[in-house]
């Protein structure tokens, strides 16, 4: 039986050697593309076009054709090959866009003829080249996923986008195209090509969004929640925050050596079952960086499963009811009993459907269950939740973590199982804890006190793991509390010592904190560009900093307010990291002033909310803090050893 996929569905590929079938409303350039786990290609042998055919694993058509055939052995396939795409290009002369042809049709086949899989490319627009789907390892076998997006710039700009130079990218196209005119009907000239190569000589755009993106951005704001999009006190509207890269600037390297292999998942106890996942199994130079990678394609797996599954569903009730519209509007029906029998087979087929989409999901989140119990034991303690028994004996590290875990992700399909939300270290974007009442209906249920008191222990929890995951001389905390209404959730960092110095409190206080860290910004900054960062004056702190400002705008006067969104847009390319815990309904005096400084921070809730989406369908996820358990002294015997080592390596 056939599996019919949606876009970004995926099922299962139990043979190495398959057939993937093409069929086209009209003729078509087919191609076949190789790249490595992010989806980046790179090398000369990353696609297998009618100027050459054959890759390792992989033997493509060789012209211009409405219908396809191509030949693929897995086990061939190179072991840095992670995603074996297929490419359907248009030829100028011919359509102008996939909207304006039949969908295409795409099926995975075993050599027998049986087809394993098929989608069908509906919903294209103004795209002349796209990627229809890819067959892709994971935990050490093979899966194909539907894709169906593509660029309206052409096969030039969708390489490109790929991770190909643009002159490169521009060449390789053009040697495709040009073979294909040479052993096709269609009369493609050099004149025309740029139409299908596309316009290298500026940065292009694709009509959609490729999936999956090369290097997983920050989960943004989901559209049609407060604070993401929508009109602020002030009557503005927020664009979306942009999206960072996670590639960690301290683990790029220009050498060739390619990374590290990941273990191999287990193979199946019995045919046809998955393989057992194994931890760690992703692409990295270091175990660390590969469980980060492994988060991450959790993360896209249960995005895309849920959409495939929802898609699903969706796809069920719209023909259910257009097949029941057609059985009330038909005069036949309204006698007798065939009005109803009509009704019924349009109720059964839907439910058929959702039965089918709802069992590939079990399947998946099955999987991503077993898989999440295999991973989240084995993370280091900058990923790992409180408890996790790697705290036990977790001692100061000698070297700066990857990545910092904020909290868990989940979404309502399956609430159980969580997805750690690991953000980049050091932190590029500064973190706002919300502690008003307006932001999400936890919030509204709760009462204020017990709301803002949530709010500041979350973020001394945040600066516990800060400090405990970094060497003992790499990072300094200060604290803003005008107030002084957060010192009871203070009180373990100021018994600890580990505070730079006592939370500032009153107007004054705020003012020297504010003063001595710009100044810090200022001389860095001066010294970087000077390019002599060793002459920086004895009392500059090269440590991180993270500055906590408690309960803003309280003591804030208009130069402190101009003073913090300095250090927000300028601190953190320099090491001084924001993390503010307030009420932007508070902050509404200001106006339009501050807009800027809420848009440039992420904004975490210290109860259940579903304000962030992944940056691959949009999905709502509900975020959830990560705490220490109740009555656990992780957090104190967390710092007790943070404090411990900066006794040791005190001169």
């Not at 050599?111 to 627009?125: R, S």
């Not at 719209?318 to 005069?331: C, I, K, T, V």
């Not at 815990?581 to 509404?588: I, L, T």
Request: charged share 20%; hydrophobic share 40%.
């Amino acid at each position: 039986m056939t599996a019919e996929l949606v876009r970004g569905q995926n099922h299962p590929v139990s043979q190495s050697r398959v057939e993937i079938r093409v069929s086209a409303g009209t003729p078509v350039l087919a191609l076949a593309s190789l790249a490595d786990e992010q989806g980046r290609f790179s090398g000369d042998g990353i696609l297998a076009h009618p100027g050459a055919r054959s890759l390792p694993g992989v033997r493509s058509p060789g012209e211009l054709a409405e219908r396809h055939t191509f030949a693929v052995d897995l086990d061939e396939v190179a072991a840095d090959v992670h995603r074996l795409g297929v490419l359907l290009v248009l030829p100028p002369g011919g359509p102008v866009r996939f909207g304006a042809v039949p969908a295409s049709y795409v099926a995975v086949a075993d050599p027998d003829g049986a087809e394993l899989a098929g989608y069908t490319l509906t919903g294209l627009d103004a795209e002349t080249a796209v990627v229809a789907l890819e067959l892709y390892r994971r935990q050490g076998a093979w899966k194909v996923r539907a894709v169906g997006q593509g660029y309206a710039e052409g096969l030039g700009a969708l390489l490109t986008d790929g991770g190909l130079a643009a002159p490169q990218a521009a060449e390789l196209a053009a040697a495709a195209l040009r073979t294909a005119a040479r052993t096709g009907e269609s009369d493609i000239t050099l004149a025309a090509m740029p139409t299908l190569v596309g316009d290298l000589r500026a940065p292009q755009a694709p009509a959609q969004a490729p999936a999956p993106a090369p290097e997983p951005p920050d989960p943004v704001p989901a559209p049609g929640h407060p604070y993401a999009g929508t009109p602020g006190p002030s009557g503005d509207t927020p664009a979306s925050p942009p999206t960072i890269s996670y590639a960690h600037p301290r683990r790029r390297r220009t050498s060739t050596e390619p990374p590290e292999p990941a273990p191999r998942a287990a193979a199946a106890q019995e045919p046809g079952q998955a393989p057992r996942p194994v931890a760690g199994d992703a692409s990295g130079w270091s175990m660390e960086e590969r469980l980060y990678n492994q988060v991450w394609g959790m993360f896209e797996d249960l995005a895309r499963t849920v959409a495939a599954y929802r898609s699903a569903v969706e796809f069920a009730d719209s023909r259910m009811d257009r097949e029941l519209d057609e059985a009330l509007s038909d005069p036949r029906h309204r006698l007798g009993g065939s009005g109803n029998a009509a009704r019924d087979t349009a109720r059964a087929r839907r439910e058929e459907l959702v039965a089918q989409a709802q069992a590939v999901l079990d399947r998946d989140l099955a999987q991503l269950i077993a898989e999440s119990e295999v991973v989240e034991p084995a993370l280091p303690a900058a990923y790992a939740r409180w408890d996790n028994p790697v705290w036990h004996g977790h001692r100061t590290p000698e070297e700066s973590p990857l990545a910092l875990r904020l909290g868990d992700l989940h979404l309502p399909e399956r609430p159980d199982l969580r997805i750690p939300m690991l953000t980049r270290v050091p932190l590029e974007r500064g973190l706002w804890i919300d502690n008003g009442r307006t932001g999400s209906e936890a919030a509204m249920t709760m009462d204020t006190d017990r709301l803002r008191r949530a709010a500041m222990d979350m973020a001394v929890t945040l600066a516990v793991r800060l400090l405990a995951v970094h060497p003992a001389d790499r990072f300094s905390v200060h604290v803003i509390d005008a107030a002084g209404a957060g010192s009871a959730s203070l009180a373990p960092l100021v018994r600890a010592g580990v505070l730079a110095a006592p939370p500032a409190a009153g107007a004054a206080g705020v003012t020297q904190t504010l003063a001595r860290l710009t100044r810090r910004v200022d001389l860095v900054q001066m010294a970087l560009r000077a390019g002599a960062p060793e002459d920086l004056p004895p009392d500059v702190d090269t440590a991180d900093q993270l500055l906590i400002v408690h309960d803003f705008p309280h003591g804030f006067d208009d130069r402190a307010v101009t003073q913090l969104r300095y250090l927000a847009d300028e601190g953190a390319a320099v090491g001084v990291h924001l993390l503010m815990v307030a009420d932007r309904d508070e902050a509404s005096a200001y106006g339009p002033l501050l807009d800027p400084l809420w848009r440039s921070l992420m904004r975490l809730s210290p109860v259940p909310d579903n304000h962030l989406a992944d940056p691959w369908v949009h999905h709502a996820w509900t975020f959830e803090p990560n705490l220490p358990p109740q009555g656990s002294r992780v957090l104190d015997q967390a710092l007790d050893r943070v404090a411990e080592a900066r006794r040791t390596t005190r001169p």
